[in-house]
């Protein structure tokens, strides 16, 4: 769906002095693509991963100054503009979810598919695994991760079973969990919604990265960093982190005067324009070029007019 996004943002970053931010930089694809389609555009890209940025810094460096790095994590943009003197941009692009890069690394922990050390943080120089959450939540705290993270409906029965594992020995590596979700797992359960795990493997990834917050402060964020004709695209790949991005275009593409004013005054007045119907979907061909494109869901808004105070 890059092409769509580059599509979406032009309007935006065909202008002069364009500077557009990629809150999601991972291996660079997506910025590669942005400084390549607007040759005079300014690029400042987060992301919390270091070998990330190290990795995608080789990617973008013949475009020299015209790109700026930052090792952040999305939620920190006003942070990350103020320290750069940028008042405004022009664009901003996300794309939620964990990379390719960490989920094709053996080591991090992310995928179920391979048995590996079950870490799973995106900044490995901070905060605390997905075995410690295993290891050390309370049972009633699990369920509310499973359930609320991962909408999983076996949350019981899982974080019963890893409770009862956990007590004869820690959690250290992937294939143990996978194991263990498939053997506490109803036979029904288990022949609907592929792997058996991916929902549990969801909820600890989001909680070990706090995902949800972050994307809860990121949006608003980004749309309070846009001028007035900026443009904000965002690829969500899960339910919970779409409905977040729904909530705020919405709110900001509607009016907040109160019911039956015959003139609506210019500080009730919508601060967005939706960009797309609805949550545009990947088409047929993207999907069989790129399975995990599967679950991707685009938005688009562009800012119309300032807040007024």
């Known amino acids: 769906m890059l092409q769509r996004c580059l599509d979406m943002l032009a309007p935006a970053l065909e202008r002069p002095g364009a500077v557009v931010v990629d809150c999601t930089l991972g291996l660079g694809g997506h910025s590669e693509a942005l400084l390549q389609r607007f040759p005079e555009v300014r690029l400042v890209a987060l992301d919390r991963d270091k070998e990330a940025l190290r990795l995608s810094g080789e990617r973008l460096a013949p475009f020299g100054e015209r790109a700026t790095l930052v090792h952040a994590v999305y939620d920190e943009l006003p942070e990350v503009l103020d320290r750069l003197g940028i008042p405004k941009v022009d664009g901003v692009l996300f794309d939620l979810g964990v990379s390719s890069m960490q989920l094709d690394e053996a080591d991090r922990g992310f995928a179920y598919a391979q048995d590996a050390p079950l870490d799973m943080r995106m900044d490995q120089t901070t905060g605390i695994s ?79 990265n ?25 690829l969500s790949y899960q339910s919970l982190e779409d ?4 909530q705020v275009f919405a709110a900001g593409a509607a009016t907040t005067a109160p019911p039956g004013l015959p003139v609506v005054p210019e500080k009730y007045q919508p601060r967005l324009q939706l960009l797309t119907r609805g949550a545009e979907l ?28």
């Open 243 to 246: 409905r977040i991005v729904k």
């Open 282 to 309: 990947p088409t047929e061909e993207e999907v069989a070029e790129n399975r995990r494109a599967a679950p991707a869901r685009l938005r688009g808004a562009q800012r119309i007019r300032e807040d007024v105070l």
């Open 130 to 208: 997905a075995a410690e959450v295993l290891n050390t939540y309370a049972p009633g705290e699990l369920v509310r991760i499973l359930r609320a993270y991962g909408e999983e409906k076996q949350a019981k029965r899982i974080v019963s079973a890893i409770v009862r594992e956990r007590d004869k020995e820690p959690f250290t590596n992937s294939a143990r969990l996978v194991e263990l979700i498939r053997d506490a797992l109803p036979q029904a359960a288990k022949r609907t919604g592929g792997n058996p795990a991916k929902r549990t493997f969801q909820a600890l990834r989001i909680e070990v």
């Open 210 to 234: 706090r995902e949800l917050d972050s994307v809860e402060k990121a949006i608003p964020a980004a749309v309070k960093a846009l001028a007035v004709g900026g443009r904000v695209a965002v």
